[in-house]
């Protein structure tokens, strides 16, 4: 029966005459393997198990040389220094890749918790290491448990913070008083309703209910968001009943979590609610504009026929004291020199496409709520430029303010030309002046 050797790639050279690897038919011998990492050339270890860990590690990929696995092997030698490692030793051969993947898993459990994804990092692990892959439901056995135990430990820990008083209004969220009257919990899963200023206000009231509400940011500390986003996830598609029957521990940590996330989502709900009631007003004021050329287009066409007629007139009589007169008297036909003033200026005021001068009526029913969110959050600016931050600030300072101008220069460097050009009037005496109203609608837009 002819005989192969081979050393397969990867593994450590042989520092005799030998071969790592011996096949004759269907039987292969593997010898010559110590606890040296072939990547380093370096034994694994100290220890008598992290060597033979090694050890086994490198007997998968000799094995695979051949297509052969660990479930084919049907005797080993093992030789041992001192026979006090052997128990080490059996651990090491016995745990195959469950020891790998575990530990793959119990790393990437204090981020993750689906239990797919904790699979996806052990079986990574183990073709990394070249181990042999046990079987699938060995490694949700092992991710579950794993999972289990890692989610136990931040449940302790967050229920160690709480205080007695806390875990008693944390639990009296599950209370059902009345069975016609749904428990405080259902509250906390209050679903976002389409955009309208009462909506709005509602929303603002629902934020200021979820903070008077146990839990900060101190409760949670050490716990990753996204083990936070899994936590509210399961409490959310739980109901109160069902929260009742975990333990108080795990009960305290995901009702934390959901009220965590609740405000987090409410804040962005708040935010896109926001947007969308600036566009209306926008909208609203575009609409207005147009109402406006409509309103003013008669009057657009009058003025162009007086002016035909008033170069008619001037062509008729070529004397300066004649065409005066007739022109005196066209205008007076015509509704005088005030009332086609009057059009002229009403005309120019809305001939071009800038409807911000119209916002402020529409914006005026929102004004209280749209204040009352922005105190009730914590704004901050996303780079070095403070002047948004600083406007609304001055706004918050003059709330009661009357007077149509500001009496202070403000940094308008976060806005637009056009938002300039709407807001600022230049008076006689050259002082640049910012029409209060007008700035307060700016500021938001840009906010928005």
């Given at each position: ?140 056995r092992l991710a579950r448990r794993v999972r289990t135990l ?80 899994h936590f509210a996830a399961e409490a959310r598609v739980l ?156 706004i918050l300072s003059q709330e009661r303010a009357r007077g ?45």
């Amino acid at each position: 029966m002819p005989v192969e050797t081979l050393t397969p790639p990867g593994s450590i050279a042989p520092i005799g005459p030998y071969s790592h690897v011996a096949k004759a038919g269907p039987f292969v011998t593997l010898s010559g393997t110590p606890g040296v990492d072939p990547a380093t050339g370096q034994l694994a270890g100290a220890d008598a198990y992290s060597q033979a860990r090694q050890i086994v590690h490198n007997f998968v990929g000799m094995l695979a040389a051949v297509g052969a696995s660990l479930d084919d092997v049907m005797h080993v030698h093992v030789y041992l220094k001192d026979c006090a490692d052997f128990a080490e030793m059996n651990r090491a051969y016995a745990d195959g890749g469950l020891d790998v993947a575990a530990r793959a898993i119990h790393e990437a459990a204090a981020v993750m918790d689906n239990p797919a994804d904790l699979i996806n990092v052990a079986i990574e692990q183990l073709v990394r290491d070249r181990i042999e892959l046990p079987a699938f439901s060995a490694l949700d056995r092992l991710a579950r448990r794993v999972r289990t135990l890692v989610n136990g430990r931040y449940f302790a820990l967050i229920d160690k913070r709480l205080t007695a008083d806390e875990k008693q209004r944390l639990d009296d969220l599950l209370v059902v008083t009345d069975a016609r009257i749904k428990s405080p919990l259902q509250a906390i899963k209050r679903l976002p309703k389409r955009s309208s200023l009462q909506h709005f206000q509602e929303l603002l009231d629902h934020i200021a209910a979820l903070d008077e509400l146990v839990g900060s940011e101190r409760h949670l500390a050490d716990v990753p968001e996204l083990k936070r986003k899994h936590f509210a996830a399961e409490a959310r598609v739980l109901d109160a009943a069902e929260l009742r029957d975990f333990g108080p521990a795990k009960r305290h940590a995901l009702l934390l979590c959901l009220i965590h996330r609740a405000r987090v989502q409410t804040r962005d709900d708040l935010a896109e609610m926001f947007i969308k009631r600036m566009g209306n007003l926008h909208n609203r004021g575009k609409e207005e504009l147009e109402r406006l050329r409509a309103r003013y287009r008669e009057k657009t066409e009058a003025i162009v026929a007086t002016m035909s007629d008033v170069i008619q007139v001037l062509d008729r009589h070529p004397g300066d004291t004649d065409a005066g007169r007739e022109i005196r008297r066209l205008v007076g036909t015509r509704g005088g020199v005030q009332t086609l003033q009057a059009a002229c200026d009403a005309i120019a005021a809305h001939s071009g496409d800038n409807h911000l001068p119209l916002l402020w009526p529409f914006y005026k029913s929102h004004r209280a709520t749209i204040l009352r969110m922005v105190r009730m959050l914590d704004l901050e600016s996303t780079t070095e430029d403070r002047s948004l931050i600083d406007a609304i600030e001055l706004i918050l300072s003059q709330e009661r303010a009357r007077g149509d101008w500001l009496d202070e220069p403000v940094d308008l460097a976060f806005t637009t030309q056009l938002w300039r050009k709407t807001i600022t009037h230049r008076t006689e005496q050259g002082e640049e002046r910012i029409h209060r109203r007008l700035f307060e609608v700016c500021v938001f837009s840009s906010l928005a």
